[in-house]
């Protein structure tokens, strides 16, 4: 059974910078695929980033994309989302998501695990 648990978040001004973590626990982290995504009061889950279980496929929504960066460590297992220039409307609670697949997901509905989620506040 893989379980999920996100740190890093919480509040800070617009313009800097802030980086997630999601650890996985679980057995063979390296077959996965995972993902990041965000949901903000009102609205639905949105995409944010992904990574292919090799890590050499990527693909980022486009209201974070040349902002936001996602990797992974494999010998950690752990993901991370780099987040930078960050904006009031960042402001969301983040999601790690995973999937045992060798594509690259973007839908809520291709990943199968969730973490509980962190929260993130950008204020102007």
């Known amino acids: 059974q893989v379980q999920l648990v996100e740190s890093g978040g919480g509040s800070v001004q617009a313009g800097v910078s802030l980086r997630l973590s999601c650890t996985f626990y679980?057995?063979?982290?390296?077959?996965?695929?995972m993902g990041w995504f965000r949901q903000a009061p009102g609205k639905e889950r949105e995409f944010v980033a992904s990574?292919?279980?090799?890590?050499?496929?990527?693909e980022y929504g486009d209201n974070v994309k040349g902002r936001f960066t996602i990797s992974r460590d494999d010998a950690k297992n752990m993901v991370n989302l780099q987040m930078n220039k960050l904006q009031p409307e960042d402001t969301a609670i983040y999601y790690c998501?995973?999937?045992?697949?060798?594509?690259?997901?973007?839908?809520?509905?291709?990943?199968?695990?969730w973490g509980q989620g962190t929260q993130v506040t950008v204020s102007s």
């Open positions: 990574i292919s279980w090799s890590g050499g496929s990527r």
């Open positions: 998501a995973a999937e045992s697949t060798h594509s690259l997901p973007v839908l809520v509905t291709e990943f199968q695990t």
């Open positions: 679980g057995r063979a982290f390296s077959s996965y695929a």
